[in-house]
């Protein structure tokens, strides 16, 4: 019970500031609202039986560093083939944020299970992943968290899901941005800066005012 209060309390004190301060643009908690502009600057390539494509340090990447922030284009709609998310603005239509357990049954994470399906059955075993944050945390949420993520609590990835529109480009699903892994009573996320230095020039916002 003594490990339980004090995973609450830094839960409840992350989501409060969150909601306080996200709307200002100096503080560490700020996130461009909905009606701000994604402006993609360069092509990207979807991967066969892929949706996502990983950004990291303004560069496309294979595989993220997990200790670093990143972020993802994703399209609604599997395909046998690769395809292209062309040049573009984007307006954003929601944001929501959340978190996801990193740690896979087989020691897979979320982002290795996509990037390797080749290798999913040998080395993660059955999928043991589920998000244990979403949205904004309140007590009655917090309270309802599994007791073992509380007394033992898992290393996660906090995000924001910028959902996307674009009559150019409907498959374009939503952009998210993850902040560096952590334990989750400690895990933070994503700062303004972090996301615009995880996407460099590949993409930039246009937060509306």
Same mark, same amino acid.
């Given at each position: 019970? +003594? #490990?339980?209060?004090?995973?609450?309390?830094?839960?409840?004190?992350?989501?409060? &500031?969150?909601?306080?301060?996200? =709307?200002?643009?100096?503080? =560490?908690?700020?996130?461009?609202? !909905?009606?701000s502009l994604v402006h993609l600057n360069q092509a990207l390539t979807v991967p066969a039986q892929q949706t996502r494509v990983f950004i990291q340090h303004g560069k496309v990447v294979n595989g993220v560093d997990l200790y670093a922030p990143h972020c993802n284009f994703e399209v609604r709609t599997l395909k046998p083939t690769p395809r292209q998310i062309e040049p573009g603005t984007f307006a954003v239509t929601r944001v929501q944020p959340g978190g996801e357990q990193v740690v896979m049954q087989g020691g897979c994470s979320q982002d290795e299970l996509e990037q390797n399906p080749a290798e999913a059955g040998s080395k993660c075993g059955a999928p043991g992943f589920h998000p244990v944050l979403s949205g904004s945390l309140t007590g009655r949420q917090v309270a309802g968290l599994p007791w073992h993520v509380l007394s033992d609590?898992?290393?996660?990835?906090?995000?924001?899901?910028?959902? +996307?529109?674009? #009559?150019?480009? !409907? =498959?374009?699903?939503? +952009?998210? &941005?993850?902040?560096?892994?952590? =334990?989750?009573?400690?895990?933070?996320?994503?700062?303004?800066?972090?996301?615009?230095?995880? +996407?460099?020039?590949?993409?930039?916002?246009?937060?509306?005012?």
């Open positions: 019970m +003594l #490990k339980i209060i004090p995973a609450i309390a830094s839960l409840l004190l992350v989501a409060g &500031c969150s909601s306080m301060e996200i =709307d200002n643009p100096g503080s =560490d908690y700020y996130r461009p609202p !909905p009606g609590p898992p290393v996660i990835t906090r995000f924001y899901h910028f959902y +996307l529109a674009s #009559k150019a480009q !409907p =498959d374009v699903l939503r +952009l998210t &941005c993850h902040a560096a892994q952590d =334990d989750a009573p400690r895990a933070q996320l994503p700062t303004f800066g972090e996301m615009q230095e995880a +996407l460099g020039g590949v993409a930039t916002f246009e937060p509306a005012h």
